[in-house]
T-cell receptor
Framework: QKEVEQDPGPLSVPEGAIVSLNCTYS??????FMWYRQYSRKGPELLMY????GNKEDGRFTAQVDKSSKYISLFIRDSQPSDSATYLC????????????FGQGTRLTINP | GAGVSQSPSNKVTEKGKDVELRCDPI?????LYWYRQSLGQGLEFLIY????????KSGLPSDRFSAERTGGSVSTLTIQRTQQEDSAVYLC????????????FGQGTRLTVV
């Protein structure tokens, strides 16, 4: 079993829909949680960063962490075609970007 | 520079040859990371540098893999006697320090071993 599980999709939704992306994990020592967006043939770009449990909102994006369930989510409101990308969750036991453990990534397509 | 720069963008090499992949981090970033992204896999950590030293090399898959960083800037990842299973996208990232979780990734080097 992988430390971080993420449904690879693909996920296809109409423009304007609310998108929910999720990851589950098995290592209870993870404290730092991130979501990255990766466009085709590009490097990952950090979208959201959360420490411990709770919610964090940034514009149309909301990240949720439920450490008791070992479950994290990313919500995208009013989705746009430009949101079409692969979304990767990542986690770490320690602060810093060394030894991040990534999910497999979910490929998302927003249809106009 | 404006972002993390990696070269070459693409590399096709014959099995058994050595390859060098280069990463030029964002100016002033002291921490530098190498990750590998294989088809159907997530990103996997290879090695990281704080300055010129590599406190954690635990992700390097075999002794055919090595990396160095000079002048606290450019890093080179070397793969000796390449194998087909080495085919992947090799991503480099940098951050202000190893206590800073926001890392900026380059576009990667797509390595194909034939």
């Amino acid at each position: 079993q992988k430390e971080v599980e993420q449904d690879p999709g693909p996920l296809s939704v109409p423009e304007g829909a609310i998108v929910s992306l999720n990851c589950t994990y098995s290592n209870s020592a993870f404290q730092y949680f991130m979501w990255y967006r990766q466009y085709s043939r590009k490097g990952p770009e950090l979208l959201m960063y959360t420490y411990s449990s709770g919610n964090k909102e940034d514009g149309r994006f909301t990240a949720q962490v439920d450490k008791s369930s070992k479950y994290i989510s990313l919500f995208i409101r009013d989705s746009q075609p430009s949101d079409s990308a692969t979304y990767l969750c990542a986690m770490s036991v320690i602060q810093g970007a060394q030894k991040l453990v990534f999910g497999q990534g979910t490929r998302l397509t927003i249809n106009p | 520079g404006a972002g993390v720069s990696q070269s070459p963008s693409n590399k096709v090499t014959e099995k058994g040859k050595d390859v060098e992949l280069r990463c030029d981090p964002i100016s002033g970033h002291t921490a530098l990371y190498w990750y590998r992204q294989s088809l159907g896999q997530g990103l996997e950590f290879l090695i990281y540098f704080q300055g010129n030293s590599a406190p954690d090399k635990s992700g390097l898959p075999s002794d055919r893999f090595s990396a160095e960083r000079t002048g606290g800037s450019v890093s080179t990842l070397t793969i000796q006697r390449t194998q087909q299973e080495d085919s992947a996208v090799y991503l480099c990232a940098s951050s202000l320090s190893n206590a800073n979780t926001e890392a900026f990734f380059g576009q990667g080097t797509r390595l194909t071993v034939v």
